[in-house]
T-cell receptor
Framework: DAGVIQSPRHEVTEMGQEVTLRCKPI?????LFWYRQTMMRGLELLIYFNNNVPIDDSGMPEDRFSAKMPNASFSTLKIQPSEPRDSAVYFC??????????FGSGTRLTVV | KQEVTQIPAALSVPEGENLVLNCSFTDSAIYNLQWFRQDPGKGLTSLLL?????REQTSGRLNASLDKSSGRSTLYIAASQPGDSATYLCAVRIGGADGLTFGKGTHLIIQP
C-alpha cells in the first residue's frame, strides 16, 4: 500500500481565497483524521470520520473550515475564505479500528 | 481535558549515548499510547504503540514503557546515532474517544 496520500504538498494562496486539501486513506482503514500542526499549538485534531461519517468536529476552529468524506477512499478539508492565521501544516491520518495511526506527509499551507 | 507534556523540549547528546525521553499525561483513562518520529518537513512515522494493558514495547534500539497509573511513559533509545536526530512525539488515545492528543515533542540532536 502507498500509505496515506495527501495533495497538494505545498499550497500558497492569497487571503480570502478558497483552499481545498485532499486525502486518500489506506485502503481498508475505517477511520480518517484531519490534524493541524503549528509551532505554537503543536498538533491539534480538527475532525475525524468513522466509516465516512463525521464523528467529532469540535476541533474545527471556525465555520470557515469544512470537511467531507464522500467515500471510503477520499476526503477533503476546505477553508473558505482563507486567512493568514490558517497557515500551518495539515495532516491526514487513517486507522484500522483505532489500532495505530498512519499519517500522510502533510500539506504545508501558506496564506499571504 | 487530556493534556500531554513532553520533557525535555530539546536535547543534544553525543553519538553513542543511551537516552530517555519523557511523556506525561493528565488523564490515566487512556486506551493506548503511541510514540512517533517526525523529521523536518516530513510527516509522522509511528515507532511504538503500547496498549493500556501493556507495560512496554520494544523495537530494535527503542523501548517504550507505560505506567498508566502515574500518567507517564518513557522512550529509551540505546546507542544513539546521528540518524536518530528528529522530533519525537508522544500521543495518547483516550478510552471512548478516537482521536489522539499529542505532546509538543522533544527535538533531539545526536552529535557525530
Amino acid at each position: 500500500d502507498a500509505g496515506v496520500i495527501q495533495s497538494p504538498r505545498h499550497e500558497v494562496t492569497e487571503m480570502g481565497q478558497e483552499v481545498t486539501l485532499r486525502c486518500k486513506p489506506i485502503s481498508g482503514h475505517d477511520y480518517l483524521f484531519w490534524y493541524r500542526q503549528t509551532m505554537m499549538r503543536g498538533l491539534e485534531l480538527l475532525i475525524y470520520f468513522n466509516n465516512n461519517v463525521p464523528i467529532d468536529d469540535s476541533g474545527m476552529p471556525e465555520d470557515r473550515f469544512s470537511a467531507k468524506m464522500p467515500n471510503a477512499s477520499f476526503s477533503t478539508l476546505k477553508i473558505q475564505p482563507s486567512e493568514p492565521r490558517d497557515s500551518a501544516v495539515y495532516f491526514c491520518a487513517s486507522s484500522n479500528r483505532g489500532y495505530g495511526y498512519t499519517f500522510g506527509s502533510g500539506t504545508r499551507l501558506t496564506v499571504v | 481535558k487530556q493534556e500531554v507534556t513532553q520533557i525535555p523540549a530539546a536535547l543534544s547528546v553525543p553519538e553513542g549515548e543511551n537516552l530517555v525521553l519523557n511523556c506525561s499525561f493528565t488523564d490515566s483513562a487512556i486506551y493506548n499510547l503511541q510514540w512517533f518520529r517526525q523529521d523536518p518537513g516530513k510527516g509522522l512515522t509511528s515507532l511504538l504503540l503500547i496498549q493500556s494493558s501493556q507495560r512496554e514495547q520494544t523495537s530494535g534500539r527503542l523501548n517504550a514503557s507505560l505506567d498508566k497509573s502515574s500518567g507517564r511513559s518513557t522512550l529509551y533509545i540505546a546507542a544513539s546515532q546521528p540518524g536518530d536526530s528528529a522530533t519525537y512525539l508522544c500521543a495518547v488515545r483516550i478510552g471512548g474517544a478516537d482521536g489522539l492528543t499529542f505532546g509538543k515533542g522533544t527535538h533531539l540532536i545526536i552529535q557525530p
